[in-house]
């Protein structure tokens, strides 16, 4: 008598369970509910036609999963019988089945040897089909099979899975459950390939994303779903009037601001946040995600007012530090416009004043823009151009565009080298300023009204501060501002005393070394507004000086942006406006010693000149003026000390104030990583400044008429291939027959008086192969007989072309009246 079939086939079912034990096809893993349990593998392709053909004929994976679960039963109940604890001891697969947290669930999982097949699936979180009211019990999780672009294709179906992707899935669960751990009842459902989740769970998925993600199973939120609330500061009244100048110690509007898709909640939209009982609510027919954090802010959005300072900071970057976290920063209202002016000045373009009598460039004509929208909001900034773009220019349209409306005088500090310089240039581009040279023993504040430019030195600054600092100013101007890159410094001390409405620096190097220069000016030109410089340090410098193209670089770009104005002469915007050649003349003052040497000469020869006549009136003359010539390069050179000894002292450079000059020059041109040929008449002059930037560690070379041809041509080849940063050599000698294109500058460090030999010098560098712009640099020392020539070619036709074709001779031939007013040396403009 047959046996029922079904009976048969359960026989069989066990029958092959238990064979599989005794062949040792078992492996210690997590059961279905998350227990440990010893487990049938490996559940491969044949298993699983085994599986398939005990279930039955027409059997398919749904089926077969029971045979698949008497099979597992059979492995743990034979493997972890009593023979097992009493062999290896108490133990999750050996005593009673102990339920597995996620990551000792995730462990198993890693030790097993069983082979799975791992699905491409996502998790999609879905609402339940129909309209909704209020808050429901529960979303639908899903998952969902992906195609190869990444996208859901269809919702898994459990039944429709063999074992080996039954598996698979639960141990893509399980993984996920450790990074996310809400997941862990999904991961032990007998079906989990869709749940009913609790809007806590969904919070927790969604602020898990990332992590999932990564744990190899993806989250997505259907449109309906999942749209959290997006929270950034906000800084300002967004009912303020438009920009204005901006107070920098007064209070701000400081508050959270809540958007949803980009646009602002309403108060009720509000006011429901703050209240939601349940982290999902329902807001524009969606279903939205509330997480603690945003609703505490919900329930407190005003925060305490920012000083403008600090508000004008977070806005420029961006950020913001709440708690002390990085909080995404917005402005509104009045800060808005201010942020909006400092981004694109152009929007409120000034005018150039009728007052300005020079025709501007295009980019200086920008540049004054950007100055004006800065300072006329109160701000001060930092203009960082190269050398030879024209700063002092700029400057001094500023301070025109200022005066009209100024209540105060404006101070210009600067090296006492440039002193003449601004004087000199504002008579020439802004001849209506008042000016008045606070320098010297006869310096006087006594004309100083409103509207006037005051003209000082730092160490007149630092000698007279409380004079000065008892003024109230109307702006600042610090040229050459890296001298007060210290902030420690007496020079930066004595700056920072000064009351200005607004502070502008001028300095072609504005990050010599480090960030900390930079927070030098930029706190100089805005006090407090950078933090300290143990905050701005912390926060922008060090990080970006270790990454110079991370996130903390371009908060530090974003931030330094709008107060600082940097351009190169190679700025493609800049570089079609330059001519070929700027020449500037520079008027230098002389020093005590050079002043002293050259009264007491000019005295003693005049006294002598006027009793001679002839040919010993012309020596007189002659050796007069060739004396003046030595005092005005340097005071040694007329005491005919060797250029090598005069070299070697450390105030060489501060008895000469023509060397001081070069010296200042030439540092910025060695900063910029440039060439200069230095021109003067006399060879003694070209061995001294050969001596003295040497012992300053220049690589410098010298051409003089006793250097023989091969040596010259081996000179000019070190110079022009860039070993060589300065040539130093005498218009006698080098004025021609040379191309030395390598030099970007050309300095005249005293003059041949005559404009073709000085063309012939400039033109080493000015010729065919040149194909940058040629700065020419024009020493003059101030009020003296080089003053006087250079004035007198400009304008007296007659003496300039008895000067070009007899040279100094031709000065013998002055009367003893004019001999006198040419060499008697004149006070600098007051």
Same mark, same amino acid.
């Not at 039963?73 to 005593?95: H, K, N, S």
């Not at 996310?180 to 999904?186: A, H, R, S, V």
């Not at 032990?188 to 869709?194: E, L, N, V």
């Not at 930037?693 to 041509?713: K, M, S, Y």
């Given at each position: 008598m047959r046996r029922p079939e079904g009976r048969c086939r359960r026989a069989a079912v066990v029958r092959r369970g238990v064979e599989y034990v005794r062949d040792g096809r078992v492996y210690a893993g997590v059961s279905d509910s998350g227990f440990a349990a010893w487990r049938v593998g490996r559940p491969d392709r044949v298993l699983q036609a085994q599986a398939e053909a005990l279930a039955g004929a027409e059997a398919g994976p749904a089926q077969a999963a029971t045979v698949w679960l008497v099979w597992h039963e059979i492995a743990d109940l034979l493997v972890r019988g009593p023979g097992a604890r009493l062999t290896v001891g108490e133990g999750p697969f050996t005593g009673r089945p102990v339920l597995l947290d996620a990551r000792q669930a995730a462990a198993a999982d890693a030790a097993s040897s069983a082979k799975v097949i791992v699905p491409s699936m996502i998790l999609r979180i879905s609402a339940p089909a129909g309209p909704s009211r209020g808050v429901p019990a529960k979303l639908i999780g899903w998952l969902m099979t992906t195609?190869?672009?990444?996208?859901?294709?269809?919702?898994?179906?459990?039944? $429709?899975?063999?074992?080996?992707?039954?598996?698979?899935?639960?141990?893509?669960?399980r993984r996920a459950a450790v990074t996310c751990p809400q997941l862990e009842p999904l991961a032990r459902q007998p079906d989990p390939?869709?749940?009913?989740?609790?809007?806590?769970?969904? &919070? $927790?998925?969604?602020?898990?994303?990332?992590? &999932?993600? @990564?744990?190899?199973?993806?989250?997505?939120?259907?449109?309906?779903?999942?749209?959290a609330i997006a929270v950034h500061a906000s800084v300002g009244s967004p009912t303020s009037a438009g920009p204005g100048a901006l107070s920098l110690d007064r209070l701000v509007d400081f508050r959270w601001r809540f958007?949803?898709?980009?646009?602002?909640?309403?108060?009720?939209?509000?006011? @429901?946040?703050?209240?939601?009982?349940?982290?999902?609510?329902?807001?524009?027919? /969606?279903?939205?995600?509330?997480?603690?954090?945003?609703?505490a802010r919900a329930r407190r959005p005003r925060l305490d007012p920012l000083p403008a300072g600090q508000a004008l900071l977070a806005a420029l970057t961006g950020t913001v530090s709440i708690d002390g976290a990085a909080v995404d920063c917005v402005?509104?209202?009045?800060?808005?416009?201010?942020?909006?002016? &400092?981004?694109?000045?152009?929007? $409120?373009?000034a005018r150039v004043p009728a007052a300005v009598a020079t025709t501007l460039r295009d980019y200086q004509h920008r540049g004054f823009q950007w100055l004006a929208a800065r300072t006329d909001l109160g701000l001060g900034c930092i203009l960082g151009d190269d050398m030879g773009l024209g700063k002092t220019l700029?400057?001094? !349209?500023?301070?025109?565009?200022?005066?009209?409306?100024?209540?105060?005088?404006?101070?210009? !500090?600067?090296? #006492?080298?440039?002193l003449a310089g601004w004087v000199r240039e504002a008579a020439q581009h802004t001849p209506a300023t008042h000016v008045v040279r606070y320098h010297g023993p006869q310096r006087t504040l006594a004309d100083v009204r409103p509207g006037t430019l005051v003209v000082t030195s730092y160490g007149t600054l630092r000698a007279d501060l409380e004079k000065l600092a008892a003024l109230r100013w109307d702006m600042l101007t610090a040229d050459e501002a890296q001298f007060a890159k210290n902030p420690a410094s007496a020079t930066a001390r004595a700056l920072r005393r000064l009351d200005a409405r607004v502070t502008l620096a001028l300095t072609g190097t504005p990050l010599e070394n480090n960030t900390t220069d930079l927070w030098a000016l930029l706190d100089l030109t805005n006090r407090g507004l950078f933090d300290t410089i143990r905050g701005f340090r912390a926060a922008y410098g060090k990080p970006a000086e270790d990454d110079p193209?991370?996130?903390?670089?371009?908060?530090?770009?974003?931030?330094?942006?709008?107060?600082? &104005?940097?351009?190169?002469?190679?700025?493609?915007?800049?570089?079609?406006?330059?001519?070929? @050649?700027?020449?500037?003349t520079q008027p230098v003052?002389?020093?005590?010693?050079?002043?002293?040497?050259?009264? #007491?000469?000019?005295?003693?020869?005049?006294?002598?000149?006027?009793? $001679?006549?002839?040919?010993?009136?012309?020596?007189?003359?002659?050796?007069?003026?060739?004396?003046?010539?030595?005092?005005?390069?340097?005071?040694?050179?007329?005491?005919?000390?060797?250029?090598?000894?005069?070299? #070697?002292?450390?105030?060489?450079?501060?008895?000469?104030?023509?060397? /001081?000059?070069?010296?200042?020059?030439?540092?910025?041109?060695?900063?910029?990583?440039?060439?200069?040929?230095?021109?003067?008449?006399?060879?003694?002059?070209?061995?001294?400044?050969?001596?003295?930037?040497?012992?300053?560690?220049?690589?410098?070379?010298?051409?003089?008429?006793?250097?023989?041809?091969a040596a010259r041509e081996q000179t000019v080849d070190t110079f022009q291939t860039g070993r060589h940063r300065l040539l130093i050599a005498t218009t006698q000698s080098a004025g021609?027959?040379? #191309?030395?294109?390598? @030099?970007?500058?050309?300095?005249?460090?005293?003059?041949?008086?005559?404009?073709?030999?000085e063309k012939q010098a400039i033109d080493r560098a000015h010729r065919i192969g040149q194909n940058r712009t040629l700065h020419v640099h024009r020493l003059l020392a101030e009020g003296t007989v080089e003053d006087h020539i250079d004035t007198l070619l400009a304008g007296r036709r007659e003496l300039a072309g008895a000067l070009v074709t007899q040279g100094e001779a031709a000065l013998s031939e002055l009367s003893t009246h004019d001999l006198t007013a040419l060499v008697t040396l004149k006070a600098p403009t007051p």
């Amino acid at each position: 008598m047959r046996r029922p079939e079904g009976r048969c086939r359960r026989a069989a079912v066990v029958r092959r369970g238990v064979e599989y034990v005794r062949d040792g096809r078992v492996y210690a893993g997590v059961s279905d509910s998350g227990f440990a349990a010893w487990r049938v593998g490996r559940p491969d392709r044949v298993l699983q036609a085994q599986a398939e053909a005990l279930a039955g004929a027409e059997a398919g994976p749904a089926q077969a999963a029971t045979v698949w679960l008497v099979w597992h039963e059979i492995a743990d109940l034979l493997v972890r019988g009593p023979g097992a604890r009493l062999t290896v001891g108490e133990g999750p697969f050996t005593g009673r089945p102990v339920l597995l947290d996620a990551r000792q669930a995730a462990a198993a999982d890693a030790a097993s040897s069983a082979k799975v097949i791992v699905p491409s699936m996502i998790l999609r979180i879905s609402a339940p089909a129909g309209p909704s009211r209020g808050v429901p019990a529960k979303l639908i999780g899903w998952l969902m099979t992906t195609g190869p672009d990444g996208v859901a294709a269809s919702p898994v179906v459990w039944s $429709a899975l063999g074992e080996a992707e039954r598996e698979g899935c639960r141990r893509r669960l399980r993984r996920a459950a450790v990074t996310c751990p809400q997941l862990e009842p999904l991961a032990r459902q007998p079906d989990p390939a869709t749940a009913l989740l609790e809007p806590r769970t969904v &919070l $927790a998925v969604h602020e898990c994303a990332a992590a &999932l993600t @990564a744990a190899g199973l993806p989250v997505r939120f259907d449109a309906q779903v999942g749209n959290a609330i997006a929270v950034h500061a906000s800084v300002g009244s967004p009912t303020s009037a438009g920009p204005g100048a901006l107070s920098l110690d007064r209070l701000v509007d400081f508050r959270w601001r809540f958007t949803m898709a980009g646009q602002p909640l309403t108060p009720a939209e509000l006011d @429901a946040l703050a209240h939601a009982v349940e982290p999902l609510i329902r807001l524009r027919d /969606q279903w939205v995600l509330v997480d603690p954090e945003t609703q505490a802010r919900a329930r407190r959005p005003r925060l305490d007012p920012l000083p403008a300072g600090q508000a004008l900071l977070a806005a420029l970057t961006g950020t913001v530090s709440i708690d002390g976290a990085a909080v995404d920063c917005v402005a509104e209202g009045e800060l808005q416009a201010v942020v909006g002016r &400092l981004h694109q000045p152009e929007t $409120a373009p000034a005018r150039v004043p009728a007052a300005v009598a020079t025709t501007l460039r295009d980019y200086q004509h920008r540049g004054f823009q950007w100055l004006a929208a800065r300072t006329d909001l109160g701000l001060g900034c930092i203009l960082g151009d190269d050398m030879g773009l024209g700063k002092t220019l700029s400057a001094l !349209v500023l301070h025109a565009h200022r005066q009209a409306r100024a209540e105060r005088p404006s101070l210009v !500090v600067c090296p #006492t080298t440039l002193l003449a310089g601004w004087v000199r240039e504002a008579a020439q581009h802004t001849p209506a300023t008042h000016v008045v040279r606070y320098h010297g023993p006869q310096r006087t504040l006594a004309d100083v009204r409103p509207g006037t430019l005051v003209v000082t030195s730092y160490g007149t600054l630092r000698a007279d501060l409380e004079k000065l600092a008892a003024l109230r100013w109307d702006m600042l101007t610090a040229d050459e501002a890296q001298f007060a890159k210290n902030p420690a410094s007496a020079t930066a001390r004595a700056l920072r005393r000064l009351d200005a409405r607004v502070t502008l620096a001028l300095t072609g190097t504005p990050l010599e070394n480090n960030t900390t220069d930079l927070w030098a000016l930029l706190d100089l030109t805005n006090r407090g507004l950078f933090d300290t410089i143990r905050g701005f340090r912390a926060a922008y410098g060090k990080p970006a000086e270790d990454d110079p193209r991370g996130p903390a670089a371009q908060r530090l770009r974003n931030l330094v942006q709008p107060f600082m &104005l940097r351009r190169t002469k190679d700025d493609p915007a800049i570089l079609p406006e330059l001519p070929s @050649a700027v020449i500037k003349t520079q008027p230098v003052p002389l020093s005590p010693q050079q002043t002293g040497l050259y009264d #007491t000469v000019v005295r003693r020869h005049l006294d002598q000149i006027e009793t $001679a006549d002839g040919i010993q009136r012309r020596g007189k003359v002659l050796a007069l003026i060739s004396a003046l010539r030595h005092i005005c390069n340097h005071p040694d050179q007329y005491l005919h000390r060797e250029p090598a000894a005069i070299a #070697t002292e450390p105030d060489c450079a501060a008895r000469s104030g023509k060397l /001081q000059a070069l010296d200042e020059l030439v540092a910025a041109i060695a900063e910029r990583d440039e060439h200069a040929l230095v021109f003067t008449v006399s060879a003694r002059t070209a061995r001294l400044l050969h001596h003295h930037f040497e012992r300053r560690g220049h690589a410098c070379a010298l051409i003089t008429g006793d250097v023989p041809a091969a040596a010259r041509e081996q000179t000019v080849d070190t110079f022009q291939t860039g070993r060589h940063r300065l040539l130093i050599a005498t218009t006698q000698s080098a004025g021609y027959g040379l #191309t030395l294109t390598r @030099a970007q500058h050309v300095v005249m460090y005293d003059l041949p008086w005559n404009p073709a030999k000085e063309k012939q010098a400039i033109d080493r560098a000015h010729r065919i192969g040149q194909n940058r712009t040629l700065h020419v640099h024009r020493l003059l020392a101030e009020g003296t007989v080089e003053d006087h020539i250079d004035t007198l070619l400009a304008g007296r036709r007659e003496l300039a072309g008895a000067l070009v074709t007899q040279g100094e001779a031709a000065l013998s031939e002055l009367s003893t009246h004019d001999l006198t007013a040419l060499v008697t040396l004149k006070a600098p403009t007051p």
